[in-house]
């Protein structure tokens, strides 16, 4: 299987900071690479496909780079919604995996 | 719009099997394949299987193959998952997800929307 890590495991940041979030697959993924945003107690919103697109409706402070194996995932200007951790899916083979997640947190 | 919304809360004792359900609603049910992801308590997101409601054919992660049956019901649009020979390990949220796009290609895909998912507790 591949194997998605992302880092930092979590970060604190203040409101109007500009935030990345890394992720790296353990074999080229093409841009096959989405990333989510999940909030306590509620389920993974999409955010990001196909490593840079986003998602209808998603703010534009929010954009993702890369291919191959590595991928970045910017928040600029972080705002107080924006608390939550993120995760990072490839999409290559049938069987998806995700990274362990980033929980951003209030400084 | 496209929801997917998901059977209530379940508490099994370790074992037993446990079936759940996932509604869809809002577009063609068997346009888009399912995918079934569980969460256990603090941790990440973790595939179970999935399941294409038009052929009805489903493919299990290695970990579930011997315990997992996902099946469908094209008449109420519900997919269902169940998960037999439960552990206590197997306390999690399970969640359904939609897969985009619409097509049969095993790669370049994502997950949109999801269900609001299904607590199953497995405890003596």
């Known amino acids: 299987d591949i194997q998605m890590t992302q880092s930092p495991p979590s970060l604190s940041a203040s409101a109007g900071d500009r935030v990345t979030i890394t992720c790296r697959a353990s074999q080229s993924i093409n841009n096959y690479l989405n990333w989510y945003q999940q909030k306590p107690g509620k389920a993974p919103k999409l955010l990001i496909y196909a490593a840079s697109s986003l998602q209808s409706g998603v703010p534009s402070r929010f954009s993702g780079s890369g291919s191959g194996r590595d991928f970045t995932l910017t928040i600029t200007s972080l705002q107080p919604e924006d608390f939550a951790t993120y995760y990072c899916q490839h999409s290559y083979s049938i069987s998806p995996t995700f990274g362990q997640g980033t929980q951003v947190e209030i400084k | 719009q496209v929801q997917l919304v998901q059977s209530g809360a379940e508490v099994k004792n370790p074992g037993a099997s446990v079936k759940l359900a996932c509604k869809a609603s809002?577009?063609?049910?068997?346009?888009?394949?399912l995918y079934w992801v569980r969460q256990a308590p603090g941790q990440g997101l973790e595939w179970v299987g999935m399941i294409d409601p038009n052929r009805g054919s489903a493919s299990y992660a290695q970990k579930f193959q011997a315990r997992v049956t996902m099946t469908r019901d094209s008449s109420t649009s519900t997919v269902y998952m169940e998960l037999s020979s439960l552990r206590s390990d197997d306390t999690a949220v399970y969640y359904c997800a939609r897969k985009l796009p619409n097509n049969y290609s095993n790669s370049w895909y994502w997950f949109d929307p999801w269900g609001q998912g299904t607590l199953v507790t497995v405890s003596s």
């Open positions: 809002g577009y063609t049910f068997t346009s888009y394949s």
